[in-house]
């Protein structure tokens, strides 16, 4: 069975901090890392890809993935109220249609 | 955003009824994917569509079948509907292997 591990949470960080999102995944042959967002009520909206071992930055936040221990992890820098939400973690391998999906982690960014 | 499209956006049905849920995309993506979602589950594979007229079962597809008859429209009937299939339904679409899926709006199905 192929899984994603996410801590449920909830994570509490003050704001202006920087908050750590991590997920490990079982599958070594999984290719592509994704994270989202989910606002409560509303549908996922994807906040970063990453496919090669290493960072990758796009504004406040930066994905790290390390294919070597199994794990993808997301830093948003300079938490806002407005970053409050789950984050759900989602994995793929390029010899299948489907995404593997965590649980989601909820964050919760204290003004 | 992506154009995708859910209908109906809401809907309440009573126990043993069929109902169809439509996905309509605008972005010519050759993925279709049916998940719902419930707390402590995350979000769970139905059915997906790797083409016109192609779809394949996902974990949770007892109860459940789809149809894609065109590139753009992706259904899902839940043929006898159980309070157990209460739930928010979400389609989402993917331009291929390896690339990132893109969700509609949701459907909150309430059965009773």
């Known amino acids: 069975q192929k899984e994603v591990e996410q801590n449920s949470g909830p994570l509490s960080v003050p704001e202006g901090a920087i908050a750590s999102l991590n997920c490990t995944y079982s599958d070594r042959g999984s290719q592509s890392f994704f994270w989202y967002r989910q606002y409560s009520g509303k549908s996922p909206e994807l906040i970063m890809s990453?496919?090669s071992n290493g960072d990758k930055e796009d504004g406040r936040f930066t994905a790290q993935l390390n294919k070597a221990s199994q794990y993808v992890s997301l830093l948003i820098r300079d938490s806002q109220p407005s970053d409050s939400a789950t984050y759900l973690c989602?994995?793929?391998?390029?010899?299948?249609?489907?995404?593997?999906w965590g649980a989601g982690t909820k964050l919760i960014i204290k003004p | 955003d992506a154009g995708i499209t859910q209908s109906p956006r809401h809907k309440v049905t009573e126990t043993g009824t069929p109902v169809t849920l439509r996905c309509h995309q605008t972005e010519n993506h050759r993925y279709m994917y049916w998940y719902r979602q419930d707390p402590g589950h995350g979000l769970r594979l139905i059915h997906y569509?790797?083409?016109?007229?192609?779809?394949d079962k996902g974990e949770v597809s007892d109860g459940y079948s789809v149809s894609r008859s065109k590139t753009e429209d992706f259904l899902l009937t839940l043929e006898s509907a159980t309070s157990s299939q209460t739930s928010v339904y979400f389609c989402?679409?993917?331009?291929?292997?390896?690339?990132?899926?893109?969700f509609g709006q949701g459907t909150r199905l309430t059965v009773v």
């Open positions: 989602a994995v793929k391998e390029d010899s299948n249609y489907q995404l593997i």
């Open positions: 569509s790797y083409g016109v007229k192609d779809t």
């Open positions: 989402a679409i993917s331009g291929g292997q390896g690339t990132e899926a893109f």
């Open positions: 990453i496919y």
